[in-house]
């Protein structure tokens, strides 16, 4: 018995060490030939594409890395056709930058046929009363309308952006948007029946035009979705006549109530009350758009360095969408100069965060130049508060002038 049982168990395992042999062998095996696929591969396919990435480089103006990598999306090894494409953009006035600017977005666009896709889509833009830079400007910045069929798409969604709003400036702003190069038309009956929607509770039509072609995807919602957000806008106390609430439209549509809520949250830590976050989304819905890490690095400026109440912050929600860098942090600097050399109010309101560039300069810089001839360099960040040598009343480094120094 004994006998069997070893003879059963040698026999198992030789049978085992081969089944491991043969398994080893498929391994290999199976590794060999990936391998050589992939030298194959790796061989062949810079020599397969050569002739495609030195013609975007000569002809197009590529570099290396954006010619090898857009040789991916195309590959032609003859010449005669891009050569082609190229005369018919610069017949219609494209400049070698542009054509490079459309190339890059759509390499295939080399591989169009001249006569058969690209002048018929030309020959309409011009015939509608385009411009010649106006059709440059359309390409270069959504060049895969070229590609689009021209009776299915591009006059359609043409005929209807004239029905809505009418004057070419705003159809060429529209097709700008990659949205009425992807659009199915039957979203066309969804955005008329939305935008009747809107006519019926009094939104002028000058905003509808404007909503349509800035943001067509939010018209473009499912229309028991939609008329449910606009009721619910109205429901917040904004006036369907100001630009404001179609603004709350587009924020409501982008958002999903999650975000929403979470968005209200993170200003509640701030100790704002439900009731002044809704008074800020009304004067400004955009500030319901910022980022969690946004709110809270503003916050955190002006609340904890520059001494404002979250309350006094809240009527001014156009700060959360302000760069803190290039906006918020070098104008603070400036006005707690002024404030440290009693040249302005110290409970001076935050409506200076919005003002334009050349404005803020005039008013707060340049006006104060003989008395604080540094003043430009903070302002540009080259010079911190704290090298100026400003103290306090008490005699020590005002605690503000070293939190704003190190913010930078």
Same mark, same amino acid.
């Given at each position: 018995?004994?006998?069997?049982?070893?003879?059963?168990?040698?026999?198992?395992?030789?049978?085992?060490?081969?089944?491991?042999?043969?398994?080893?062998?498929?391994?290999?095996?199976?590794?060999?030939?990936?391998?050589?696929?992939?030298? @194959?591969?790796?061989?062949?396919?810079?020599?397969?594409?050569?002739?495609?990435?030195?013609?975007?480089?000569?002809?197009?103006?590529?570099?290396?890395?954006?010619?090898?990598?857009?040789?991916?999306?195309?590959?032609?090894?003859?010449?005669?056709?891009?050569?082609?494409?190229?005369?018919?953009?610069?017949?219609?006035?494209?400049?070698?930058?542009?054509?490079?600017?459309?190339?890059?977005?759509?390499?295939?666009?080399?591989?169009?046929?001249p006569e058969k896709t690209l002048k018929p889509k030309l020959e309409?833009?011009?015939?509608?009363?385009?411009?010649?830079?106006?059709?440059?400007?359309?390409?270069?910045?959504?060049? @895969?309308?070229?590609?689009?069929?021209?009776?299915?798409?591009?006059?359609?969604?043409?005929?209807?952006?004239?029905?809505?709003?009418?004057?070419?400036?705003?159809?060429?702003?529209?097709?700008?948007?990659? @949205?009425?190069?992807?659009?199915?038309?039957?979203?066309?009956?969804?955005?008329?029946?939305?935008?009747?929607?809107?006519?019926?509770?009094?939104?002028?039509?000058?905003?509808?035009?404007?909503?349509?072609?800035?943001?067509?995807?939010?018209?473009?919602?499912?229309?028991e979705k939609f008329s449910t957000t606009v009721k619910k806008i109205?429901?917040?106390?904004?006036?369907?006549?100001?630009?404001?609430?179609?603004?709350?439209?587009?924020?409501?549509?982008?958002?999903?109530?999650?975000? @929403?809520?979470?968005?209200?949250?993170?200003?509640?830590?701030?100790?704002?009350?439900? &009731?002044?976050?809704?008074?800020?989304?009304?004067? &400004?819905?955009?500030?319901?758009?910022?980022?969690?890490?946004?709110?809270?690095?503003?916050? &955190?400026?002006?609340?904890?360095?520059?001494?404002?109440?979250?309350?006094?912050?809240?009527?001014?929600?156009?700060?959360?969408?302000?760069?803190?860098?290039?906006?918020?942090?070098?104008?603070?600097?400036?006005?707690?100069?002024?404030?440290?050399?009693?040249?302005?109010?110290?409970?001076?309101?935050?409506?200076?965060?919005?003002?334009?560039?050349?404005?803020?300069?005039?008013?707060?810089?340049?006006?104060?130049?003989? &008395?604080?001839?540094?003043?430009?360099?903070?302002?540009?960040?080259?010079?911190?508060?704290?090298?100026?040598g400003f103290v306090s009343e008490k005699g020590d480094k005002t605690?503000?002038?070293?939190?704003?120094?190190?913010?930078?």
């Open positions: 018995m004994s006998t069997n049982f070893f003879c059963k168990r040698v026999v198992s395992v030789s049978l085992t060490n081969v089944g491991l042999m043969f398994e080893i062998s498929k391994t290999q095996m199976n590794f060999l030939r990936n391998a050589r696929l992939l030298i @194959f591969r790796s061989f062949s396919s810079p020599i397969q594409h050569s002739f495609t990435v030195s013609y975007l480089i000569n002809s197009c103006g590529f570099s290396p890395e954006t010619a090898l990598s857009a040789s991916r999306k195309v590959h032609f090894e003859t010449p005669e056709r891009a050569d082609s494409v190229l005369a018919v953009l610069r017949d219609y006035g494209f400049t070698n930058t542009q054509i490079s600017k459309a190339v890059s977005k759509y390499p295939s666009l080399l591989t169009a046929h309409f833009f011009r015939s509608v009363g385009f411009s010649g830079p106006d059709i440059v400007s359309i390409v270069v910045s959504s060049p @895969f309308i070229l590609k689009r069929s021209l009776e299915n798409h591009v006059i359609p969604s043409y005929n209807f952006l004239k029905s809505v709003v009418m004057v070419n400036e705003n159809i060429l702003r529209a097709f700008k948007n990659p @949205f009425w190069i992807s659009c199915q038309n039957y979203l066309q009956n969804t955005i008329a029946l939305n935008i009747a929607t809107l006519e019926e509770i009094g939104v002028p039509m000058s905003n509808i035009r404007s909503l349509v072609t800035r943001q067509p995807d939010v018209v473009s919602r499912n229309r109205i429901e917040m106390g904004f006036n369907p006549l100001r630009l404001s609430f179609l603004k709350a439209v587009e924020v409501s549509c982008q958002l999903t109530e999650f975000t @929403f809520e979470h968005k209200m949250e993170v200003y509640r830590r701030w100790g704002l009350t439900n &009731d002044e976050i809704m008074s800020m989304f009304r004067l &400004d819905p955009s500030c319901i758009r910022s980022s969690e890490k946004k709110i809270m690095s503003v916050m &955190d400026f002006l609340v904890n360095k520059m001494g404002w109440e979250p309350a006094a912050i809240g009527r001014y929600p156009f700060v959360f969408y302000r760069s803190l860098e290039k906006n918020i942090i070098p104008r603070c600097s400036v006005r707690k100069v002024l404030q440290m050399k009693g040249l302005v109010k110290k409970d001076l309101c935050l409506g200076f965060l919005c003002k334009a560039e050349k404005d803020f300069l005039e008013k707060f810089v340049v006006k104060y130049e003989q &008395d604080v001839p540094e003043l430009l360099n903070v302002y540009q960040g080259k010079i911190g508060i704290l090298e100026l605690v503000v002038a070293s939190q704003l120094h190190s913010s930078k």
